[in-house]
């Protein structure tokens, strides 16, 4: 009987195979990394043979393994996804994380398909079509509200829908930004980002005055939905995805031990509507602590509202660099020392960062601490009262840089003696159990209980991903440790062969070639760029009118960014704010000789950003 449980995914990134397994380790359900092409980040590509070690790894927790094959794909490529494809079914890759429809038209193998983030999912339409085209788990758009989430999962109510938890936030909506194709050639849906949203601007009216000088006016906080991972299960979300392909193995180490833990808490209050996606229990040496890895500071970004009240912050406007951890306030500064108020330790080899009294983002690395004094090897001009950050912690690194954790499968043991023969049964959390016996002479009673010694031995599985929770042993009958350690090894080594073999994948869903598609005419934002994705559209009913930015830039004026952010709202200045502060339409963002041109669409609440001459 299939079990009505839900399955809660925690999904980490994995810039290469030793961060895939640390991830696992540290108690990722999936982890999703890139081949060595067609990965939407180009600087995070793998070797099949590594993808393959990360594969191995995983699937002996019931972890999964998602590759991205997530760019746009030129007509020329297409045969070169095939084989790339079919390379990566063959090492077992569980799904693979797309967003060119082509795929759904090549001659690849069943394997599954996951809608990627470039796919610009924000509607139930979108979700049918992509359901229907027969994707097994669709990931959201990270601008989405708790209520838009759980009108998605309405509309597609069997399919596990994957929702951004943490990590950095894209200004646009992911799939709809051809600014960096537009200024730099570099194209965004190709893995080629120049992050043109993180440069400084300078804010302008249409005569080029100016109303706001080097700020990050498109730069975000990152994304931190913590506290409201409880509301989006309940709104529909399966998956919890976690952002940074090229973030380090620390990073990825300390946020997914956070997840895990808050995830777990939420499993363990309803155990009757959830459970985890893979087996196994991580038992770290560290406390995870959010702040102590990248961040620009943290924001919830759309997930409790739609219209946030005007002025409600959630960009970065000074740096686009990590702030970390507050420390406190400056008491005193007297050249290469200063005396900070703070109840943080502060440890040799620190980096502590703050803003200059014109704003500039600033920083040092202590070199000596004297209680609450750090002493500098150059001395710093601060003023007292300048708030310090800490966006390295010296300690923390390098605990996370020796191995932090270590991940269980729990198992039970039953030992017997039948006819001669030594007989160890082994059943363990994924349900996997196995018999094993080897021969053995006539057993002696023993002269004194036997149940610890047998226990201890069965128990010793160091080198091993196991660890014993039960143990039936025989207490009255002396067993050589040499032949029970035998016994031991012999029966894992059979569950390590019986989990491998019965490992169970994911199925590619069929195509329903009668359902309709999300729209009638599709432009240049659908990414559409080659005549595979061309025909998966117009078989279901859609006129593509225009292709990819990429392969053909059109000759109007069209947005090259489309957004919920809104940068009236951010800087106080909401049209539909009483009592706003007023600015001047349009509004220009200018860097160096680039100009863009800003348009609100106050009836939707969404920003569009156009290329203006300079």
Not at 4 to 18: F, G, K, V
Not at 339 to 361: M, P, Q, W
Not at 470 to 493: I, K, Q, Y
Not at 527 to 541: K, M, S, Y
């Amino acid at each position: 009987m299939k079990s009505t449980l839900r399955d809660i995914e925690l999904l980490a990134p994995a810039r290469d195979a030793e961060i895939a397994i640390e991830a696992v380790r540290h108690g990722a359900d999936a982890v999703y990394m890139g081949p060595q092409s067609f990965g939407a980040r180009a600087m995070a590509g793998n070797s099949t043979a590594d993808i393959a070690r990360a594969v191995d790894f995983a699937h002996r927790f019931n972890a999964k393994v998602y590759a991205t094959v997530n760019t746009i794909i030129y007509e020329n490529e297409l045969k070169a996804v095939e084989k790339l494809i079919t390379d990566l079914y063959n090492i077992q890759v569980d799904a693979l994380i797309v967003q060119d429809m082509s795929i759904l038209r090549m001659d690849i193998p069943p394997i599954a398909l996951h809608s990627s983030t470039q796919c610009d999912l924000r509607t139930p339409e979108k979700a049918r079509f992509l359901a229907s085209m027969g994707f097994s788990q669709l990931v959201m758009a990270r601008e989405l509200t708790l209520a838009e989430i759980a009108n998605i999962h309405q509309a597609v109510p069997t399919v596990p829908l994957e929702g951004f938890v943490h990590g950095a936030l894209c200004v646009s909506y992911s799939g709809r930004c051809q600014v960096s194709q537009a200024l730099k050639g570099r194209s965004a849906n190709r893995g080629e980002c120049a992050q043109i949203c993180r440069l400084a601007f300078d804010l302008e009216d249409e005569k080029g005055s100016k109303l706001l000088r080097n700020k990050h006016l498109l730069s975000l906080r990152d994304f931190n939905a913590g506290a409201h991972v409880a509301q989006m299960m309940v709104a529909g979300v399966s998956s919890f995805k976690i952002e940074g392909r090229l973030k380090d193995a620390v990073y990825v180490k300390n946020v997914v031990a956070h997840y895990r833990r808050l995830i777990d808490d939420i499993i363990a209050m309803h155990p009757d509507v959830y459970r985890r996606a893979s087996a196994g229990t991580s038992i770290y040496s560290f406390t995870p602590e959010l702040f102590k890895s990248f961040n620009r500071s943290f924001t919830s970004y759309f997930i409790t509202g739609r219209r946030l009240a005007n002025g409600q912050t959630m960009a970065s406007l000074n740096t686009p660099k990590a702030l970390g951890e507050k420390l406190g306030k400056v008491i005193a500064s007297r050249g290469k020392e200063v005396t900070i108020d703070t109840v943080h330790r502060i440890a040799n080899g620190d980096g502590l960062s703050y803003f200059n009294s014109k704003g500039e983002y600033a920083g040092f690395r202590v070199n000596k601490v004297e209680g609450r004094t750090v002493v500098l090897k150059n001395a710093v001009n601060l003023s007292v009262g300048t708030v310090l950050y800490r966006t390295g912690d010296k300690a923390f690194d390098d605990l996370l840089a020796k191995p932090s954790a270590q991940r269980h499968i729990a198992l039970n043991a039953t030992l017997r003696y039948i006819a001669g023969r030594l007989v160890l049964h082994l059943a363990d959390e994924r349900g996997n159990e196995v018999t094993h016996s080897i021969e053995c002479p006539q057993l002696q009673p023993a002269n004194t209980p036997q149940e610890n010694r047998q226990r201890e031995v069965l128990g010793k599985l160091g080198n091993t991903i196991y660890r014993l929770a039960e143990a039936h042993v025989m207490g009255e009958h002396f067993v050589p440790s040499s032949v029970l350690t035998a016994l031991r090894r012999e029966t894992v080594d059979l569950l390590d062969r019986v989990q491998a073999i019965t490992y169970k994948f994911a199925v590619r869903h069929k195509e329903q070639p009668d359902s309709p598609t999300f729209a009638t005419r599709l432009t240049y934002a659908d990414n559409v760029a080659n005549h595979l994705a061309e025909t998966v559209f117009r078989d279901h009913g859609a006129e593509v009118s225009e292709p990819a930015f990429e392969v053909k830039q059109p000759a109007t004026d069209v947005p090259v960014m489309h957004t919920r952010y809104c940068l009236r709202r951010e800087l106080g200045a909401c049209r539909l704010a009483k009592g706003a502060k007023q600015l001047p339409d349009p509004l220009f963002l200018r860097n160096g000789v680039h100009r863009l041109r800003v348009e609100c669409d106050c009836a939707a609440c969404e920003m569009k950003i156009y290329i203006a001459p300079s």
